[in-house]
T-cell receptor, first 113, second 113 residues
Framework: KNQVEQSPQSLIILEGKNCTLQ??????????LRWYKQDTGRGPVSLTI?????NTKSNGRYTATLDADTKQSSLHITASQLSDSASYIC????????????FGQGTTLQVKP | DAGITQSPRYKITETGRQVTLMCHQT?????MFWYRQDLGHGLRLIYY???????DKGEVPDGYVVSRSKTENFPLTLESATRSQTSVYFC????????????FGSGTRLTVV
């Protein structure tokens, strides 16, 4: 069964600190993995997208890694800001014409001053 | 305005009533999708459309109807709303095949009382 599991479910950190969010997946055939940021009351917004051959991709203070062998990904946030408070969703796309997405349940990050 | 827009942003309706959620995109993307997001679940696919007049069921289609008479519009209708359909609904679109390029709308929060 195609699944995406994220950990931790929620996380509280102090402003300026770093954190790492985890994603494990069992999706086959694999097409790509993306991380989305979802602010409260808004739709998900793409942060990074990685294909099978990519190990790392950065977007400002966000760095995503992908290990296709172990089917694991992480999202590292550097020097967190209050505006980073949001849900972060790991999404894996299965290789098909529709590019079907399988969503993790998300990690809720709260950055405190 | 360019992009993908959903309306209404908030809706309260009574059990048994018909309600339609609207989704409009200005890019002429081929693919459009409807998801629902509930606590404890990742986003779940309700219906999708590969082109005008082509629609197909997703993971949780029961109780929903869609149509796609024009490429830019993809309305979602709850024929007889139930409390279990209280959720946040997201529309998304993408240009072509494969997993890249998804863009989400801002969502519609629907409450069925």
């Amino acid at each position: 069964k195609n699944q995406v599991e994220q950990s931790p479910q929620s996380l509280i950190i102090l402003e300026g600190k770093n954190c790492t969010l985890q994603c494990n997946y069992t999706v086959s055939p694999f097409s790509n993995l993306r991380w989305y940021k979802q602010d409260t009351g808004r739709g998900p917004v793409s942060l990074t997208i990685m294909t099978f051959s990519e190990n790392t991709k950065s977007n400002g203070r966000y760095t995503a890694t992908l290990d296709a062998d172990t089917k694991q990904s992480s999202l590292h946030i550097t020097a967190s800001q209050l505006s980073d408070s949001a849900s972060y969703i790991c999404v894996v796309s299965a290789a098909s014409n529709t590019g079907k997405l399988i969503f993790g349940q998300g990690t809720t990050l709260q950055v405190k001053p | 305005d360019a992009g993908i827009t959903q309306s209404p942003r908030y809706k309260i309706t009574e059990t048994g009533r018909q309600v339609t959620l609207m989704c409009h995109q200005t890019w002429s993307h081929s693919y459009m999708f409807w998801y629902r997001q509930d606590l404890g679940h990742g986003l779940r696919l309700i219906y999708y459309s590969a082109a005008a007049d082509i629609t197909d069921k997703g993971e949780v289609p029961d109780g929903y109807v869609v149509s796609r008479s024009k490429t830019e519009n993809f309305p979602l209708t709850l024929e007889s709303a139930t409390r279990s359909q209280t959720s946040v609904y997201f529309c998304a679109s993408k240009a072509g095949t494969g997993g890249a390029g998804y863009t989400f709308g801002s969502g519609t929060r629907l409450t069925v009382v």
